[in-house]
């Protein structure tokens, strides 16, 4: 679990984007971080850890069914479900289906995350498939 600090210096736009990552990235008053795309599998698996820092998180936690962007078979996926935790307690869940046409293959949730609070989100599929992947964002804005 990566501990996140306070930020970049005053007047410091932040660091540059190194790639998928399990923890916040700050960039001057805004936060992000992107899990890449990840294959999915019948096991909860963690695709956000971490600790906030000295801010207020406010902003939202998008997710992405399982789809095969490299073959372009869009037709087949699978259902897939998120949980959030604070703290170790659970505070949120949502479904995403790229199964079938009749349900929305992402979702967003909002987020507010106190400072100095442990987060865990993860997800599962119904089905496991190297070439079908989710994948995960969360963006905003931190308050000091």
Do not use: H
């Amino acid at each position: 679990m990566a501990p996140i600090g306070g930020g970049p210096p005053v007047g410091s736009a932040g660091g540059a984007f190194t790639g998928a990552a399990q923890a916040l990235d700050l960039y001057g008053d805004f936060a992000a971080a992107y899990a890449g795309r990840n294959p999915a599998t019948t096991d909860f698996t963690t695709r956000f850890e971490f600790t906030t820092g000295n801010y207020l998180f406010i902003g939202e936690l998008t997710c992405m069914g399982a789809v095969n962007l490299d073959s372009g078979d869009l037709a087949s996926g699978y259902i897939t479900g998120w949980e959030v935790f604070f703290n170790g307690i659970a505070v949120a869940g949502s479904k995403v289906d790229s199964a079938q046409e009749d349900q929305p293959n992402e979702c967003t949730v909002p987020l507010i995350i106190p400072a100095n609070t442990q987060v865990e989100i993860q997800n599962i599929s119904n089905g496991a498939d190297a070439d079908r992947k989710t994948s995960s964002m969360i963006t905003g804005r931190i308050y000091r």
